[in-house]
């Protein structure tokens, strides 16, 4: 009776560290994402409390957006005064001479009055002959009465670029243009232009299979009461999303990493290592969360984690200082003192997590032997200094689908889902390349997508 009710006491015991352990992860000690932690102000951890001794609000030297004068204004008025402004004077100044002239602008938005072009095609009759010619139709004059490309481009952009519903963008368009556009418009023609983004599509996923270092990562959207994933693959100028299960079926559908020879930085998802053509590496930003998720459970009993995370960190910043001094790589006596410390921390961390007498590792030993077993992909940033410490580029690029989420909620069709991402595909790249967003939704209805004809970002 005394041994089940010990045993009954430790199995209860272990339930309330577990349970207790999951109430305190957030997005800084875990791999939730930061809209899970809802409105509670973020604790400050050990090293962050200090203040960092910058003002708040713009940092000196960081870019601005002042207004400034333009040398050719749309209208221009003339104040001038009609009689002296002395009192003993009052003389009229009709023929007085300039003293001095200030300029000042005043930025308005255009009245609300769409522009109408008519096109009239005339017919005519050869006196000769009598035949009659008519003109050929304008390219993209198809109907009796239709929108422009910039109205097309407009729609889209609220659509998928400011994540509009489609009723609230057909709203802005009318309230804000003054184009009254139904939301079926809306819907025919963000279709439309996820349709016309087929060679856009072929062509960056050959872009991205040629890359040396790509990012990928993935993210859940809500479509019709269930989930779907969208996938990323990227680099800091080019981004290519598609939509899928989250099996590697789904992860090589996107048509770029099957066969892909580069260095493939993502994180700890096992889906990926089917990927073997490809060297690996282990996001740090993951793994720095992770270590602190188990530091924060046990700070005396897991002193080895933060010993860990300080050996990364101490590799970050010596591959950043070689790469702004214009190095290519670290010196083997660098590398050899990240190794040493990085065996030290995996030493503590299994004398610190021994098995039970069943031989199973707790939580923390589990992660402990991840680090022991992948420390090569771990440890990949500092042998090739081309790749990035953390797959934050990744995950940048995933973050309007969260924000669409947000502001529009879920999706209601697969193909909705896969036009968005497709059209997110086109305007993060043409962002990556200074690109106007209107400028590149309007060449897509006119002479066809913009195509990068370079990896390189502007």
Not at 47 to 66: D, L
Not at 109 to 120: C, M
Request: aromatic share 6%; with cysteine.
């Amino acid at each position: 009776m005394l041994v089940e009710l010990r045993e009954r006491v430790d199995r209860l015991e272990a339930e309330n560290v577990e349970l207790r352990r999951r109430l305190g992860l957030n997005s800084s000690n875990s791999s939730k994402p930061p809209s899970s932690d809802g409105l509670a102000r973020p604790r400050a951890q050990p090293g962050e409390s200090k203040s960092s001794g910058r003002r708040r609000g713009k940092q000196p030297g960081a870019p601005g957006s002042t207004l400034e004068l333009v040398a050719d204004p749309d209208q221009v008025v003339e104040h001038r005064p009609q009689r002296c402004v002395n009192p003993a004077c009052g003389a009229g100044l009709a023929d007085g001479r300039e003293y001095g002239r200030q300029r000042r602008q005043v930025v308005e938005l255009p009245e609300r009055r769409p522009q109408v072009t008519e096109h009239r095609l005339v017919a005519v009759q050869c006196a000769g002959c009598g035949q009659v010619s008519e003109p050929a139709v304008p390219h993209g004059v198809s109907g009796r009465v239709q929108y422009g490309t910039g109205v097309k481009a407009a729609a889209v952009y609220a659509r998928a670029a400011q994540f509009l519903p489609y009723g609230r963008a057909a709203a802005l368009m009318g309230d804000l243009l003054g184009v009254r556009v139904s939301v079926g418009f809306v819907h025919q023609v963000v279709a439309e232009a996820a349709r016309r983004l087929g060679p856009f599509v072929s062509h960056l996923a050959v872009l991205l299979h040629t890359e040396q270092v790509l990012h990928a990562d993935e993210t859940p959207a809500r479509l019709g009461g269930g989930f779907k994933y969208v996938h990323v693959a990227c680099t800091p100028a080019l981004t290519l999303f598609h939509v899928g299960g989250r099996a590697k079926a789904d992860i090589d559908a996107g048509g770029v990493l099957p066969g892909f020879t580069g260095t493939l930085v993502r994180d700890g998802y096992a889906a990926y290592q089917h990927l073997t053509e490809a060297e690996h590496a282990w996001c740090g930003a993951h793994l720095i969360r992770d270590l602190r998720g188990v530091h924060e459970q046990d700070p005396a009993g897991q002193e080895w984690a933060e010993v860990m995370a300080g050996t990364l960190l101490m590799a970050k910043q010596l591959t950043e200082q070689a790469v702004a001094a214009g190095r290519t790589a670290l010196t083997a006596d660098e590398v050899s003192h990240i190794r040493a410390c990085y065996a030290g921390a995996v030493a503590y961390g299994r004398e610190q997590n021994p098995p039970d007498r069943e031989g199973k590792l707790p939580r923390a030993g589990t992660l402990v032997e991840r680090f022991a077993t992948h420390r090569d992909m771990i440890l990949r940033f500092t042998v090739d200094l081309t790749v990035p410490f953390t797959n934050n580029q990744a995950e940048r690029d995933l973050r309007p689908v969260k924000l669409q989420q947000k502001i529009s909620a879920t999706w209601r069709t697969l193909q909705g889902l896969t036009d968005f991402a497709t059209l997110r595909s086109y305007l993060s790249t043409a962002a990556k390349h200074g690109m106007d967003a209107l400028d590149v939704l309007k060449q897509l209805f006119t002479t066809g997508p913009w195509l990068p004809q370079t990896a390189t970002p502007s």
